[in-house]
């Protein structure tokens, strides 16, 4: 099976940073495996004869996923978190964690490979083997909303540390309509799974919101969006073949619907920036064009405007040394101008973008389809195709007021253009809304896209289950 998470990485002080974490999403997939598991318990002394019958099946998901962790780590090493604010609301408690790590290290099945320091997780490596035949699949216990605390105002490792989970309780009853909509996408999900060519099912995502406040980001996350596009292509729903239709330029398309632009936007908004269209060689033209998607959210996020390129950014987009950051400011504000003073921030962006994908999904689930996001696109069957795209299309009209190019890709042949179905100048949203999306969201003057899209090591789910 291929990994399902990233590799281990070194940081900058040359230890292994680590991205392969024991999750809390998997059960066994059959009768036959759950009598493996816990005649394994067993053994390792976690049930025991007075133990209840519904830790006993605690224990059985934790060491399921610890077998999936195991199985998804090539080298044999993993991480497994003991903050007890990663287990809240989850389908086992921080108690029950704690004592399966600690019966699998007694028992030899795990030891210490690299000993945990500030910034730097432990890491462990397996030594024991995890049969073959085992199977497991996602589960939808836990809730489906998860909200994180602020990153602090530092840097470690060239990277700001992650926030902390916290508990959905405390953000009740506001809360209460984004887990009722959640649980039903994920009850969708775990209807129509998405599997991969090896069998992997996915069935479960989870919608994040940041700095502590629900209005925020907002994004839904999922496993099957660490692959890449062609991977994905070629999984199925429902056994049936999947096409990806994916909103052309959506963060762009989101600013200007907050800022109240008539501008038009070409098919292509990003090819006309100057550091691209200056480009001949179709391969570093590709790659400034994705350096300036990161550019923009860069730009958006810093709240004093940039004054250099972000960490990394010159090494991954092959940026020559004499050429200055503001050649990339001044050519991104001069073809788009309505980008200038700007009142708003990238908290309000993506909580904007998420709100107006989660309706698209609903609106789908509404008709019996099921879809997947991944960010700015989705995955729905090929034969639900045209039902997305006006799902999509109704739900950008609804929420920034103009629709945007759609590009549909498919796993045979050619990819195609969805342009607008209005071809009238562009309507904005009128100033009564624009100033409740930006009255509910608030600018976060602390939020960092830069973290969140993974400008800074490039790895945008190291924060998601560090």
């Known amino acids: 099976m291929k990994d399902i998470y990233d590799n281990f990485e070194p940081a900058s002080d040359g230890k292994l940073r680590a991205n392969v974490f024991v999750r809390t999403d998997y059960k066994p997939s059959a009768q036959a495996d759950v009598d493996h598991l816990k005649h394994w318990a067993r053994e390792l002394g976690l049930i025991q004869p007075n133990t209840t019958e519904d830790n006993a099946k605690k224990y059985i998901l934790c060491l399921s996923d ?36 600690n019966h699998l290290v007694n028992a030899g099945c795990l ?40 990153k602090p105002n530092y840097h470690r490792n060239g990277k700001r540390p992650k926030g902390q989970k916290v508990s959905i309780k405390g953000y009740l009853p506001e809360a209460q309509s984004l887990l009722e909509e959640m649980r039903h996408i994920n009850k969708a999900m775990l209807a129509h799974p998405l599997t991969t060519a090896e069998g992997m099912s996915y069935t479960r995502c989870t919608r994040i919101f940041n700095n502590g406040s629900l209005k925020s980001g907002g994004r839904i996350y999922g496993d099957w969006q660490r692959e890449n596009s062609d991977q994905r292509l070629c999984m199925t729903i429902d056994g049936e073949e999947v096409c990806e239709i994916d909103i052309k330029a959506c963060y762009l398309h989101t600013a200007k619907a907050l800022s109240g632009s008539k501008q038009e936007l070409p098919e292509d908004p990003y090819s006309i920036l100057p550091m691209v269209s200056k480009e001949h060689n179709p391969f570093f033209q590709k790659k400034k064009r994705d350096g300036a998607k990161v ?36 050519g991104l504000l001069y073809t788009y101008p309505f980008l200038r003073g700007i009142d708003f921030g990238s908290g ?57 190019n759609l590009e549909v890709e498919y796993r045979n042949g050619p990819s195609r253009i969805v342009s607008p179905t209005i071809q009238e100048p562009p309507k904005t949203i009128s100033f009564a809304r624009r100033s409740k999306i930006l009255n509910d969201c608030g600018i ?23």
């Open 66 to 101: 610890f077998c999936m962790a195991s199985r998804a780590s090539a080298d044999r090493l993993i991480c497994w978190s003991m903050n007890a604010n990663r287990y809240s609301g989850s389908a086992y408690s921080y108690r029950i964690a704690k004592k399966t790590k």
């Open 111 to 150: 030891e210490i490979f690299q000993r945990g320091e500030r910034g730097i997780s432990q890491i462990y490596r397996i030594t024991c083997s995890i049969p073959g035949h085992l199977r497991f699949e996602e589960h939808d216990l836990g809730p489906g909303v998860e909200v994180r605390t602020a």
């Open 295 to 330: 550019f923009l959210s860069a730009y958006v996020s810093q709240e004093g405007g940039l004054s250099r390129f972000p960490v990394g950014f010159r090494s991954k987009y092959d940026i020559p040394k004499k050429e200055h950051v503001n050649t990339w400011l001044n």
């Open 348 to 404: 309000e962006l993506m909580r904007l973008e998420s709100d107006m994908m989660i309706s698209a999904i609903l609106a789908l689930i509404d008709q019996g389809i099921p879809s997947y996001p991944v960010h700015d696109c989705l995955i729905v069957k090929l034969k639900d195709e045209q039902k997305a795209v006006e799902a999509l299309q109704s739900a950008m009209l609804n929420h920034y007021g103009h629709q945007a």
């Open 444 to 466: 976060q003057d602390d939020y960092d896209l830069i973290d969140e899209e993974g400008i800074r090591g490039y790895n945008l789910y190291e924060d998601m289950y560090s």
